[in-house]
């Protein structure tokens, strides 16, 4: 399975390894826009997109993996500054939400928990 992190926050990308198996093949990026081409080439299972770090795309990319990638689950990790309006956006269109700003372990254990269920 291929996750696909879209995140420049350090430790979340840290986090986020930590969650990962050697089964998974992660490929993390910190640029949401040139992240688009290689979406497209490595077509990911699951993209994890981190809403702190990249507040004014996190659609573009979601309507992205939905209409260009084939079966790819995405995953909007948020943390203190999550806006209501996106949250009800999020809602709405249905993309499952994971906040990381709580302890890190429950983050790594909740993340691991939401891999499992990946195809």
């Not at 696909?4 to 990308?13: C, H, M, R, T, V």
């Not at 079966?71 to 999550?82: A, M, S, V």
Request: negative net charge; hydrophobic residues 40%; charged residues 20%.
């Amino acid at each position: 399975m291929t996750i696909f992190s879209i995140a420049e926050n350090q430790n979340l990308q840290q986090a986020i390894q930590r969650a990962s198996t050697p089964e998974h093949n992660l490929v993390l990026n910190n640029n949401p826009i040139g992240a688009m081409d290689a979406m497209k080439a490595q077509n990911p299972n699951l993209i994890l997109f981190n809403y702190d770090d990249y507040p004014d795309y996190w659609k573009t990319a979601y309507l992205f993996s939905k209409y260009n990638l084939n079966n790819c689950k995405f995953i909007l990790l948020f943390g203190r500054t999550f806006l209501i309006n996106d949250s009800s956006a999020a809602e709405f269109l249905g993309v499952d939400l994971l906040p990381w700003h709580t302890d890190t372990r429950s983050f790594v254990s909740d993340l691991k928990e939401k891999l499992e269920h990946v195809i």
